[in-house]
């Protein structure tokens, strides 16, 4: 990729416009490469993974929530922010058990996303899991979710049509096709390897 000095733009000062439980924004004041100065407004937030749920018949697992923000009930793989000193697959395993009731004997790293670097510092981890065994779910207070198994087909077709807009689905789903294609190594370990 090469040198990218050019392109660096420096912190000079900042502060915080709203500190909630989920999130913080801030303003911040940057130098531009050019030496020029001006602001960048953003989103900390402590990052999330997301889970793509396989089942042995070669259907997957979702679900649907109603995201306030866009005002819509998406259909997204299981997903959830982590909790402080709460390690990745940690944190992957406990959200595949409240939100869907499954539990998974294996787990594969997919790689780290950035679903909106220009103003949000989330990371979303995306995990692969295998070997699924049902149980019931234990969403939080407040959380209202419903479980969904579909084929890649039928996800392949909302796709095509529009109709599943949520970005890490849509990146989960295209890693998930590569996988099965032999173009994209998963690394599978047991579940009680890694946490």
């Avoid at 004041?29 to 396989?54: K, W």
């Avoid at 950035?114 to 149980?135: C, D, K, M, Q």
């Avoid at 599978?188 to 390897?193: L, S």
Wanted: charged content about 25%.
């Amino acid at each position: 990729m090469g040198d990218d000095a050019h392109l660096i733009e420096q912190r000079l000062s900042g502060r915080t416009l709203l500190s909630g439980g989920f999130l913080e924004v801030r303003r911040d004041e940057v130098r531009l490469p050019d030496g020029c100065s001006t602001t960048r407004e953003y989103i900390r937030h402590g990052g999330a993974v997301g889970i793509v749920p396989l089942l042995d018949d070669g259907r997957v697992v979702l679900v649907r929530q109603y995201r306030y923000p866009v005002a819509r009930v998406l259909l997204e793989w299981p997903a959830g922010k982590l909790d402080a000193g709460e390690s990745q697959l940690g944190c992957a395993m406990r959200e595949l058990a409240e939100e869907t009731g499954y539990r998974a004997r294996e787990w594969a790293f997919g790689g780290e996303i950035h679903n909106a670097p220009a103003y949000s510092t989330e990371s979303i981890w995306l995990w692969f899991a295998r070997g699924l065994v049902a149980g019931e779910k234990k969403l939080d207070d407040g959380e209202f979710v419903d479980t969904v198994v579909m084929t890649l087909a039928e996800l392949d077709a909302l796709v095509d049509g529009g109709g599943l807009p949520d970005v890490k689905t849509q990146i989960g789903l295209a890693w998930l096709h590569r996988w099965r294609a032999g173009s994209r190594p998963l690394h599978w370990r047991g579940a009680d390897t890694g946490l």
